[in-house]
């Protein structure tokens, strides 16, 4: 799989993901993942946004502090978290954090930008 411009191989399935918004969040959850979800960044997106019936299973799931953007946190805040993956969309891989996201390679970690923005 590819994603901004790094090839990544997948030999098992993530089991510590750090989801960068709600929209990420509810797509895990309608693939059955919701129990890799080790925490959450709001992003552009409100808790609101959720279906209720989806907000009860990720209801007590972290919710990760906003860095140097609204909605998202910073490099550091995710890696301390310790995921093996980081999953969002091209509103939480500002050029801001794309550029430090290959740091994040650096220590053998995956991520994945969906839609077009990436």
């Known amino acids: 799989m590819k994603s901004l411009g790094v090839e990544f191989k997948y030999d098992k399935a993530p089991k510590?993901?750090?989801?960068?918004?709600?929209?990420?969040t509810e797509i895990m959850i309608k693939l059955g993942l919701e129990d890799r979800i080790i925490a959450i960044a709001t992003s552009e997106?409100?808790?609101?946004?959720?279906?209720?019936?989806?907000?009860?299973?990720?209801?007590?799931?972290?919710?990760?502090?906003d860095g140097?953007?609204?909605?998202?946190?910073?490099?550091?805040t995710i890696l301390a978290?310790?995921?093996?993956?980081?999953?969002?969309?091209?509103y939480s891989f500002t050029e801001k954090?794309?550029?430090r996201f290959r740091i994040f390679t650096k220590e053998k970690n995956k991520y994945?930008?969906?839609?077009?923005?990436c």
């Open 16 to 24: 510590r993901v750090v989801a960068l918004g709600y929209d990420s």
């Open 45 to 65: 997106y409100s808790k609101d946004s959720i279906r209720p019936e989806y907000y009860k299973k990720i209801k007590d799931k972290k919710i990760l502090p």
């Open 68 to 76: 140097n953007w609204p909605g998202v946190p910073s490099l550091e």
């Open 81 to 90: 978290e310790k995921p093996d993956f980081v999953y969002g969309t091209g």
């Open 97 to 99: 954090v794309v550029e």
């Open 112 to 117: 994945l930008c969906h839609r077009r923005y």
